[in-house]
């Protein structure tokens, strides 16, 4: 089992940054890739970007390619997500969640293990 625990969410003015964590424990040799997942009121959960463990393949979607940037701390085995240049529209509940196979994908059936998520509120 992988467990993870999101960190860092708050609120924000339009325009400022924020950088949530997500630690990964537990059989963590099994990852192979993490990714980030959003999801506003009303809305369906949305893929924001993935990272390979090894850090070998990234991928964004389109809504916040140029803003948002994946990193990983391998010795703490902690996933950062860096949101710059906040719009409203990215307001959400933002989760990290785990694969055990690739590849990096951005379809939330082909992540085993989901964080509680934490809250993100840009204000306008």
């Known amino acids: 089992q992988v467990q993870l625990v999101e960190s860092g969410g708050g609120l924000v003015q339009a325009g400022g940054s924020l950088t949530l964590s997500c630690a990964a424990s537990?059989?963590?040799?099994?990852?192979?890739?993490v990714g980030w997942f959003r999801q506003a009121p009303g809305k369906e959960r949305e893929f924001v970007g993935a990272?390979?463990?090894?850090?070998?393949?990234?991928y964004y979607a389109d809504s916040v390619k140029g803003r948002f940037a994946i990193s990983r701390d391998n010795a703490k085995n902690t996933v950062y997500l860096q949101m710059n240049s906040l719009k409203p529209e990215d307001t959400a509940v933002y989760y990290c969640?785990?694969?055990?196979?690739?590849?990096?994908?951005?379809?939330?059936?082909?992540?085993?293990?989901w964080g509680q998520g934490t809250q993100v509120t840009v204000s306008s």
């Open positions: 537990g059989r963590t040799f099994s990852i192979y890739a």
């Open positions: 969640a785990a694969r055990r196979t690739g590849p990096v994908g951005s379809t939330r059936a082909g992540y085993d293990y």
């Open positions: 990272r390979s463990w090894s850090g070998s393949s990234t």
